[in-house]
């Protein structure tokens, strides 16, 4: 019998598809005090899609949770997971899971902040294969999320159509410049990079067409 994470999963390989614990939530929570029982859950538009039990030991972190996978009966699975921190730059300490899974036949042990629940186990996207939805993106697209993040940090509305916008009050000018120009910067490279695919999808456009 294998380890975590060494049978085949069926999940579509995008990380964002996938139930997951973020150790950081957790550890806001309170939920990783030694001595804590209780449960975390998933929820969609504020109403309850799944839950799952959990107590927290001393450097560790015991999961009780029930599955049904590819049309089986329900079945329980109570998983421990390690836990381990790192000293932070300004003091403190940040926590992270030891990913429980095997990879090569070995232990995978990697430090990450989030687990995702594959065909039976929570394990680190490295051994389920996953990836991020953004990198499927083009270029520009990429370009305008960083654009829109900027706009939404500042109070204002996504898209390159809305009102730039104004300086939060108590935010320093520099900082609000510095985000101005990021959002420039940002809706620059992605008109840059949408002539670039629109020359590369109508071979010999001219230029001014493409970027009017």
């Not at 294998?2 to 614990?21: C, D, I």
């Not at 898209?159 to 940002?186: E, F, Q």
Request: overall charge positive; some cysteine.
């Amino acid at each position: 019998m294998g380890g975590y994470g060494s049978g085949r999963t069926a999940w579509h390989p995008k990380a964002e598809q996938f139930r997951n614990l973020d150790v950081n939530k957790l550890a806001k929570a309170k939920l990783l005090t030694p001595g804590y029982s209780g449960g975390w859950k998933w929820t969609v538009d504020g109403e309850k899609v799944a839950s799952i039990s959990m107590r927290a030991e001393d450097q560790r972190l015991i999961l009780n949770y029930r599955i049904c996978y590819d049309g089986c009966d329900w079945q329980n699975v109570e998983q421990p997971i390690l836990l381990t921190q790192s000293e932070c730059a300004y003091g403190g300490q940040r926590r992270w899971f030891l990913c429980p899974g095997t990879r090569n036949g070995r232990w995978c042990a990697k430090r990450v902040a989030k687990l995702y629940l594959g065909a039976r186990y929570f394990l680190c996207r490295h051994c389920l294969k996953l990836t991020y939805a953004s990198r499927s993106d083009l270029p520009m697209q990429r370009h305008m999320r960083r654009a829109d993040k900027l706009r939404v940090a500042l109070g204002g509305e996504p898209g390159t159509a809305s009102l730039p916008p104004r300086k939060p009050k108590g935010m320093h000018w520099t900082t609000y410049h510095r985000m101005m120009d990021g959002i420039d910067a940002a809706d620059c490279a992605g008109d840059v990079a949408f002539a670039q695919w629109m020359q590369g999808r109508y071979p010999g456009a001219p230029l001014e067409w493409l970027t009017d």
